[in-house]
């Protein structure tokens, strides 16, 4: 399976690195996004509410590099299956013996080996514009980073499921694509919603996922932040499953139909 998984990242690699324009105008991307976060962490008062730092760039900016965390997982196997069906070759991966956990974690790996770079870059650029690391936990930043992809997965596979289904359209791309930047404390505190939204956003991976890393940027032991890091473990292990058997279903019933590598 780990020779599967590798052979479809390195192909997905190299298809990304082909386009050499669109890969680098990403960085170039990255590199807007830091400088606006703090453009705009000048116009905003320092507070408590953005944690030990206090201002309002440092929260934002590590909670806007992590987030693609979720979006490498919500858009990577979706987009490599729908790639497959517009290139004709979706049949034929599935013809050969190779197991679909394969096809579908496979599908994501390059996605989320991109977002750890571009979330390097984000925290570099964040260095060069003022961000202070110097309490960064090591240890619990990378658990938290595993727990992110471990909770976030499942949601890819699943949003793949709804590709070979649908064809066009990923809801669950376009739900949690609206949801997280406002429940999630991406760009402002939990604390200042409602308290009903408070409750929905506690069904979140990103609101503990971004809560522990944080946590870990600002030095806060993995003692206090394992209630989040329970919840994202429980998570993992409850959703992984049902998502691959989603994505069993999904081609199951693509098969059935004819209609695998329509698009």
Known sequence: MLTRVRAIFVRDARLALSYKLSFG???????????????????????????PSGTYFAYALVNVAFLQLESAALTGCERVIRNDQVYGTLETILATPTSLAAVAIGS???????????????LVFGTLLGLRLEHVQPV???AFVLLAVGA????????????????????LQFLFGRLTPILAGVLFPIAILPGWLQGI????????????????????PLTQLLP???WLAGAACALLPIALVAFRVAVARAKFDGTLGHY
């Not at 976030?152 to 809801?171: D, R």
């Not at 522990?212 to 030095?219: D, K, L």
């Open 25 to 51: 105008l990403q960085w170039l991307g990255v590199a807007a996004g830091a400088l606006t976060l703090w453009f705009t962490g000048r116009l905003i008062a320092p507070s408590a509410e953005f944690g």
């Open 201 to 220: 956003s506690w069904f979140l991976p990103m609101t503990h996922v971004l809560g522990g890393i944080r946590g870990a940027v600002n030095g806060v």
């Open 140 to 142: 619990v930043l990378g």
């Open 228 to 230: 989040d890091a329970l």
């Open 152 to 171: 976030t997965l499942p949601l890819g596979i699943a949003s793949a499921a709804t590709v070979m289904v649908f064809k066009q359209g990923a809801p």
């Open 108 to 122: 994501t790996a390059w996605a989320f080996a991109f977002a750890f770079v571009q979330i390097v870059c984000y």
